[in-house]
């Protein structure tokens, strides 16, 4: 094969972004968009480009494909995982990324919509971008970063690898995922079709971060059925679900146990949804903390506020369900140490600083450790996600590439 020059990761994640890759939460289909797999396509024609030869999309939005080992040693299977959907919290459509070159380190203004800046004081982790190129969007879309700036560095490795069979390196498997944001992101994965051992997520955030541990998380639906009646004719009769569901509300504590009261290693109950009639009313809340133990001590809490409530409905009763969503993924990588030691060694090796987080969050990682591929979480250079002032800087993504190959490097080495 002849070499070229290869495509940077900025180059590709360029042309990622402006494909619109929205998931949808109320969507029953898999996968949720059919928009996701028009990213995915393109990836799997570049994938072949590259003499990836069995690079495929399946029926549900997932791309696999293999890099063949080059190495006599017996390599441990590794995978790299980003998922292509971007978040429903804020339009990807239409999003016209910009490079600001060689940033100065004053507050960027996003010329679409002038309201939106990106302010230094409030983003502290541009300070240590100055003199950098921060790419945004124009203000009003997200930009995508997450996580397509992982999808870009992964096909840049992939590509830099191909071109250069020098580098030693096991078997590579590559994974793009469609779903995560709406929690959906392995509900179809075929792991056995996947063949890894261990797999590695490329969507962290700041540079020279790896991310082990993740919040476990549940789901509790409240279902609420009140009494109605006519308004006319309901004294001592009328239960009304929505006053219910209000004064389930209004007795959450105002300083502690919420998202916007805790940070660092503290959980949280989060109400996300209400709906309904005076009849009945569904109210769904997010349960999250860093041990299992911890949640079903904030799920006992809600129960105890609703078994509360109802003592002044004595006809109405709420129908209380647990759904399980994932668990820190730090209980199932414990037992396998060398695949966060491999990853930070391969953050070191390039130069960066390495530091071990945990993530007030989940990833397709959480779920993929416990269905069998340990899976922790590796820098993509992601910031502001979720938002109209996303951004990600250029030379980070060209750590995070670099980042990838080192680690490959290093397994074979190890072997």
Not at 115 to 126: G, N, R
Not at 175 to 189: A, C, I, N, S, W
Not at 227 to 238: D, E, R, Y
Not at 372 to 401: R, Y
Request: charged fraction near 25%.
């Amino acid at each position: 094969m002849k070499k070229h020059q290869p495509f940077s990761a900025s180059t590709r994640f360029l042309k990622y972004v402006q494909i619109d890759t929205q998931s949808d939460p109320n969507s029953p289909s898999n996968p949720s968009t059919e928009k996701q797999k028009d990213l995915s396509r393109l990836l799997v024609q570049e994938l072949l480009d590259l003499g990836i030869i069995d690079a495929h999309l399946d029926e549900w939005g997932y791309v696999y494909a293999t890099i063949p080992s080059n190495t006599n040693k017996n390599v441990p299977t590794i995978c790299f995982c980003s998922h292509v959907d971007t978040s429903p919290d804020c339009s990807g459509a239409g999003v016209k990324p910009l490079i600001h070159f060689n940033w100065d380190g004053t507050d960027i203004v996003l010329p679409d919509d002038s309201t939106q800046v990106i302010k230094v004081a409030e983003h502290p982790d541009l300070n240590e971008q100055i003199g950098n190129d921060i790419i945004t969007a124009s203000g009003t879309t997200l930009l995508g970063a997450d996580n397509k700036a992982g999808v870009a560095e992964i096909m840049a490795a992939a590509e830099y690898l191909m071109q250069n069979p020098e580098v030693k390196h096991g078997t590579i498997k590559i994974l793009f995922t469609p779903d995560e944001e709406v929690g959906r992101g392995t509900e179809k994965v075929d792991l056995a079709k996947l063949g890894a051992d261990f797999g590695y997520t490329m969507d962290g955030e700041n540079l020279g971060t790896l991310e082990d541990e993740t919040f476990s998380a549940d789901g509790v639906s409240l279902t609420i059925h009140g009494i109605s009646t006519h308004p006319g004719f309901a004294k001592g009769k009328l239960e009304n679900a929505m006053k219910i569901a209000g004064d389930i509300l209004a007795a959450l504590p105002k300083d502690t146990l919420s998202p916007e009261t805790t940070e660092g290693m503290e959980g949280f109950i989060h109400p996300t949804q209400i709906s309904g009639i005076q009849e009945s009313v569904k109210l769904d809340f997010i349960i999250r903390d860093f041990t299992v133990a911890g949640l079903h001590e904030k799920e006992t809490f809600l129960q105890n506020i609703v078994n509360q409530i109802l003592i002044n409905y004595p006809n109405s009763k709420v129908d209380f369900k647990v759904i399980e969503q994932y668990r820190n993924m730090k209980e199932v990588l414990v037992n396998y140490p060398q695949v966060t030691d491999y990853a930070l060694e391969a953050i070191e090796q390039a130069g960066i600083k390495a530091e071990k987080r945990s993530i007030r969050g989940g990833t397709d990682g959480s779920r993929l450790s416990f269905m069998g591929l340990p899976c922790p979480n590796i820098f993509a250079g992601e910031h502001a996600f979720h938002s109209k002032l996303e951004w990600v800087s250029v030379q980070d993504m060209e750590k995070a590439t670099q980042v990838i190959i080192n680690l490959v490097q290093i397994w074979e080495q190890r072997s």
